[in-house]
């Protein structure tokens, strides 16, 4: 049986700010934004990932304290790139730094508005060989 991690909830204070900062700054796609009487929830996912992120004001997210979710991990295939694009978009992110000269050793950071925290694992391996297949072009 296949075991899928599909949905991360992310607990933020201002649900504009947010949307703004994962959608705008960070290049995530918003995949809906619901406001209704029983909710007001986003979704949003990062190019090439198979989970998303949720922030809102869903149970589970009013039961965690904005800031409080640390060390969530993306991996892409070129650090010191994807750390340029964040920082052309105003994110401020910490310096790369290899712990191990090992495909899988180098990383950065940088935290959501609320002081979320994101890892970025570079893992060379993934610009050939993606977890999730790219469609050949039609």
């Known amino acids: 049986m296949d075991w899928t991690l599909e949905v991360v909830i992310v607990p933020v204070t201002d649900l504009d700010r947010a949307i703004a900062f994962y959608r705008d700054q960070v290049g995530f796609e918003l995949d809906h934004h619901t406001v209704n009487e029983h909710m007001t929830v986003a ?3 990062p190019r090439g990932s198979g989970c ?3 922030i809102g004001s869903l149970p589970a997210q009013n039961q965690m304290a904005p800031g409080s979710l640390h060390g969530t991990q993306l991996v892409v295939s070129d650090a010191a790139a994807a ?5 052309d ?9 290899v712990f191990d000269e090992r495909d899988g050793g180098t990383f950065f ?9 994101w890892a970025v694992q570079q893992i060379r391996a993934r610009a050939e060989k993606p977890l999730i297949p790219k469609a050949p072009p039609s």
């Open 83 to 87: 750390r340029r694009e964040l920082v």
């Open 89 to 97: 978009r105003g994110v401020e992110c910490t310096e790369v730094t």
């Open 52 to 54: 998303s992120i949720v």
């Open 109 to 117: 950071g940088f935290s959501d508005p609320d002081g979320n925290t």
């Open 43 to 45: 979704q949003l996912t």
